[in-house]
């Protein structure tokens, strides 16, 4: 979609508050900008234009006079992906010189894959109104869904249906981890029509990749590479005898609570023999671990392969091998850069978000590096299978001198 020239913005902000304009003085309330944008993204009226929040601007339509810093512009461009709007939306942050008036500018376009949330509400525009979608309105935005433009993670899966998957679950753990208790409360919709709203079954009730991958009875009968493969090697070569191995299967949070509990395990019995002690040896920050563990879950390749993600315990080092390659706007130069984020499974990234297996998108990286140092470890090394094109993400975790 063509970007929003001056001119264009000009005519936007002299219109006043529409169904694709909203004004703000400053970002004091950075919810309240959320959830304009999580309005704007959702495009109830489907109008298929951009929306656009103006920042900088009283609601007259008189300069506010802010100062409109490159911070106040990297803290409005980390809505996007910092956990607060699921799934992720589509926008560009800039500043804007319009009728003599320094703004910042959110230009907002309308998701394929309705209805997007925040905290756990979905927020829609109508006219110059804004609040949260009513149960009809909702199932409105999930219709607008354009499935043949839905990453693989969003796409139903041929043959399944709801019997494979853990209804349950749904309802007692899915629903009231990714949706808030009073929205669930008020719209008492069908389990089905729930399903529908979340991006887990299509308009033929076919489960989605998301929905078999953390919901469904037998997750490997439809993915079979959708485990985690565990190895403990007794020497630091992978021809050395084997400790422990266990192939982990399962649903996601399933999998990655037992491979939390085998790597908290294998980092409590480590032992260093003194001369008259033994003394536990916190050899690896078990966050570290856990933060690389995961996004090679989350950021891995479900389509097309029957790899599972590698995790090798070393008697020096641990290795992880995500079989997925580097997605979009993250290559080999720019991986790990801030602001550097894209997404191969959204929807899985918005479970896993609310499951609480990720904090803040974005910071996974970071936070393995403080871990790291503040652990006395090395920082990690990464490497990409074939450099050119990457397919395979390896990355190296050395044991505490």
Same mark, same amino acid.
């Given at each position: 979609m063509a970007a929003l020239t001056d001119q264009e913005l000009e005519l936007l902000l002299g219109a006043g508050e529409t169904d694709c304009v909203e004004r703000k003085r400053n970002t004091?309330?950075?919810d309240r900008v959320r959830e304009a944008i999580c309005a704007f993204a959702n495009d109830l009226s489907d109008r298929r234009r951009p929306g656009v929040v103006f920042i900088g601007v009283e609601d007259d339509g008189s300069c506010a006079h802010i100062p409109i810093t490159d911070q106040l512009l990297t803290n409005l461009g980390q809505i996007r992906d910092d956990g607060g709007i699921t799934p992720f939306p589509s926008m560009e942050v800039r500043r804007a010189v319009l009728k003599g008036c320094t703004l910042a500018v959110i230009i907002v376009q309308p998701s394929d894959n309705p209805p997007i949330r925040t905290r756990g509400?979905?927020?829609?525009?109508?006219?110059?109104r804004r609040a949260i979608a009513t149960p009809?309105?909702?199932?409105?935005?999930?219709?607008?869904?354009r499935w043949g433009n839905l990453p693989f993670d969003a796409q139903p899966i041929p043959g399944a249906g709801l019997t494979d998957l853990d209804l349950n679950r749904f309802r007692l753990e899915y629903l009231p981890l990714l949706?808030?208790?009073?929205?669930?409360?008020?719209?008492?919709?069908?389990?089905?029509?729930?399903?529908?709203?979340?991006? =887990?079954?299509? $308009?033929?009730?076919?489960?989605?990749?998301?929905?078999?991958?953390?919901?469904?009875?037998?997750p490997q009968g439809w993915i079979p590479g959708a485990s985690i493969a565990w190895r403990r090697v007794a020497g630091s070569s992978l021809t050395d005898s084997t400790l422990d191995e266990r192939v982990l299967t399962g649903t996601i949070p399933d999998q990655l609570r037992r491979i939390d509990e085998i790597m908290d395990s294998s980092i409590s019995n480590s032992v260093e023999m003194g001369p008259t002690v033994h003394a536990r040896s916190q050899g690896y920050p078990l966050q570290a671990l856990q933060q690389l563990v995961r996004?090679?879950?989350?950021h891995r390749s479900y389509d097309g392969t029957t790899s599972p993600v590698r995790v090798t315990w070393y008697s020096d080092r641990v290795e992880i091998l995500n079989p997925g390659g580097l997605y979009g706007a993250v290559t080999p130069a720019t991986f790990g850069l801030p602001g550097y984020t894209d997404y191969r499974n959204p929807? =899985?990234?918005? $479970?896993?978000?609310g499951y609480g297996f990720v904090e803040r998108f974005g910071q996974g990286l970071e936070i393995v590096r403080g871990s790291l140092l503040a652990n006395g470890n090395p920082s990690p090394e990464f490497s990409f299978q074939p450099p050119e094109a990457p397919v395979w993400v390896h990355v190296t975790v050395r044991r505490q001198p």
């Open positions: 004091s309330d950075l509400r979905s927020w829609v525009r109508v006219g110059p009809d309105e909702e199932r409105r935005l999930v219709e607008k869904r949706v808030s208790s009073d929205s669930i409360a008020q719209n008492e919709r069908t389990t089905e029509q729930q399903l529908r709203a979340l991006r =887990l079954i299509d $308009a033929n009730q076919v489960p989605t990749t998301t929905a078999i991958l953390m919901l469904g009875k037998s996004n090679a879950v989350m929807t =899985l990234a918005e $479970a896993l978000k």
